[in-house]
DNA sequence: GATTTTCATTTGTCAGACATTTAAATGTCT
DNA sequence: AGACATTTAAATGTCTGACAAATGAAAATC
């Protein structure tokens, strides 16, 4: 591991790069600990603060955790789904955000993404999943629910459809796009007609998934698709109304 | 902008914390340069290196970039789509390797979401994605071909499918996924016989984009997927047998 | 032997300083 | 006045040294 100090990058993203190159390469395995900061300071030929700095880049990403005390120091980091999938909803609502993604473009990620779920969740969907899909659907209809907890709700009915499929690089990928997409979400407002249309759609769904028929799900997500997207225009037409510019 | 002296967290994390909020919650925009250094340890009462500490742990999630020299300063970053590729890619690499997910569940999450992409490639994929996928199809077929330049090139093939939807997010997504996977993909060897047969689904895939029709493409990547997964357990029956362990 | 105390190690934080980069301000010449 | 060179100030990048706080292990004590 050397770095090169006429580079010009900063000395903390060059050392940053190289142990997590260490980490990625598997020189470094998971619990492993790596040098103090002070032998770190010495093995790179630069100052506590710097390698301070590149451990911290590290951090931000998950790769490493720290600890003090006498037996503390840098580990590397068993990276969880629940941390990737932390850092891809931040990333990805940003991206979101950020980029000016129209609601469409999202809308039609979203529901190709879950389409493609469809036929691995009828396959293999447990009596859990689809009590939580149950339940949501029911939370939905209650009367006086807010629109925020109407998202937070149907975030939770697709989350049950993803996990359903029984594969956790699909949850970690999918669930993190459904969650971005709900700052967008929280935009609309949703009459009682429209949730009725929504509810109905989660109702097919759940049907479908029950009697694990893919078709019926896709079909249901297509339909869903297209009402959310109609919603969204509805939504952006409205505010362009309203306001002048 | 507060930050709590007593809590466990570092100081640094904090800070990084209630940044990172400030630009979410939209209260500092893109290419909004924050103040400097020095002003933000006035600020948060805390002293310079711990402001650094924090900025790099942002730097390291693209959130803000940083320039020397009198105007110089951190600005808020547009988090790009490359930029959030990147990540995705370092991220969902790492989490296949360390959690030790098998191929077949990649290999499964993989084509799922390809498959989802088919459809809209299939309606929307330019001359120039099609071109690319022939000389993709063209150069894996070359003799003396490596495997890791067979799977650099199936990577690349696999983008341009993806691509050909013409949804960032959806590219942005998947991407990542396919080229995640490519470190457990150039585990496997490939022999003529393999690769002929990978070529000849390539090419039906490139036929039924071609020919815009959806249903070809993916039944070409289910066979594809099969195949794929085949050649996964090979290599680890193989593996498993050559080596006692 | 069990408990308490001490201690060394390590990260977290601070203060101050200097180096380097960079753009803007200033000065100078044509 | 305009073009070019120089100076300057502001900002990040880096270093040194120090102290605080946490923590586990060894030593001391009961």
Redesign the pocket.
Known sequence: MKIDPTKPA????QIAEAIRDGIVAGDLIVDER??????L?EQF??????V??A?KRLAAQSLIR?????????FVNRLSFEDAHEQQITTATLLLSMNAVSFETACEARFALERACAPLSALRRSADHLATMRAEIHRQSQPGLTDEAFCASDVAFHRALVDGAGNPVLSYQLAGAVEAMQPLMNMITFTARSRDRIIGLHARIADGLEARDAGLVEAALTELEAYTALLGRDRAAQSSGRVAR
Do not use: F, Y
């Not at 720290?66 to 840098?74: E, I, L």
């Open positions: 900063d000395l903390s993203a790596l040098p103090s900061e002070a032998e300071a030929d630069v100052s506590r603060p710097t301070r700095e451990l720290t600890q003090r005390g006498a037996a503390g120091g840098a």
